[in-house]
């Protein structure tokens, strides 16, 4: 037996361990599947990324999160678990606390394998609470212990006009850019009119949007917002869906499985992000998504 398949022979014996301490005892979830995530090209950004990301940021707030909030060993085993499943993409942000994690459970993978994506808070130019762009980013990549960063997003844009609001982040991300720092930029978006801005905006690689079937924690309905996506992709942008369970909100069986049919047939979307806090959940998701997309 490889060590892939120990891996995930082991995974399958400890999954009741992993459903108890998750606190979805009473959920159902898919064990079986040995597939491994397969990998996708992300718009025109030049990246070829997994279709799946391991989100940081569940319940995420005053830098830490609920994968961090369990400690380094716990945060460990699930990273190494997504990279042994072909999840290469780690989704983070300074507001999670997450980048040391991920940091330190990466150090020992080839740089090149890995997609580190991470997010910047901003403030209004002209604001005191404005930061240093450059400084931000050298920070980043000492906590991830890397030289560049593949992506790097304004994150949670809320106004239609963040293209105006934002110069002096824009700026600074750009410029990284051009230094070979940071390969796509781009941004999260919890607004519609945010959303729609970042699909026809120049400066935009990457957007991050909020897309489930049930309209939960959205920025408009999913018929509106998938549409406002297909206008992105049609720009070239590498879209990644996030929220696709509404925030947690939607974890039954059946729900599960219509959220994750949703956004790969109709959401316009190249990969998704998703916030899986145990192994179970994550063999479970990995089962879901792979069989949906043969």
């Known amino acids: 037996m490889n060590r892939r398949n120990f891996i995930k022979k082991g995974a399958i014996g400890l999954a009741s361990v992993s459903v ?4 979805l005892a009473g959920t159902t979830f898919n064990l079986a599947s040995t597939a491994d995530v397969d990998k996708v090209k992300l718009g025109n950004t030049g990246l070829t990324i997994s279709r799946i990301a391991m989100g940081t940021g569940t319940k995420g707030y005053n830098k830490s999160s609920n994968m961090t909030r369990r400690g380094m060993d716990h945060f460990v085993k699930l990273a190494h678990h997504a990279y042994e499943r072909g999840i290469r993409l780690y989704d983070m942000a300074e507001g999670y606390g997450s ?3 991920v940091g330190e459970s990466v150090k020992t993978f080839p740089r090149e394998n890995l997609t580190l994506l991470t997010k910047m808070w901003t403030h209004d130019d002209g604001s005191e609470q404005v930061e240093s762009v450059a400084d931000n980013i050298d920070r980043y990549r000492k906590e991830l212990g890397t030289d560049y960063i593949d992506i790097l997003l304004m994150h949670c844009m809320q106004k239609g006009d963040w293209n105006k609001t934002r110069t002096h982040y824009m700026d600074g991300f750009s410029k990284a850019k051009q230094a070979g ?7 999260s978006c919890h ?4 959303l729609r801005e970042a699909a026809v905006n120049p400066w935009v690689d990457v957007i991050m949007a909020r897309i489930n079937p049930f309209g939960t924690n959205m920025d408009d309905s999913p018929d509106v917002v998938k549409e406002v996506l297909a206008k992105a992709k049609a720009n070239g942008k590498g ?4 929220k696709v369970f509404g925030e947690g909100v939607h974890i039954k069986d059946d729900e599960r499985e219509q959220s994750i049919r949703f956004a790969l047939k109709e959401g316009n979307i190249h990969c998704m992000t998703l916030g899986m806090e145990t192994i179970a959940e994550m063999d479970d998701a990995i089962e879901r998504v792979m069989r949906t997309v043969k």
């Not at 108890?20 to 606190?23: A, M, P």
């Not at 879209?239 to 996030?242: D, G, K, L, N, Q």
């Open 20 to 23: 108890i301490q998750s606190g």
């Open 99 to 101: 980048m040391p994690f």
């Open 181 to 187: 720092i940071i390969k796509a930029v781009g941004v």
């Open 191 to 194: 607004n519609i009119d945010a």
């Open 239 to 242: 879209v990644i869906a996030m």
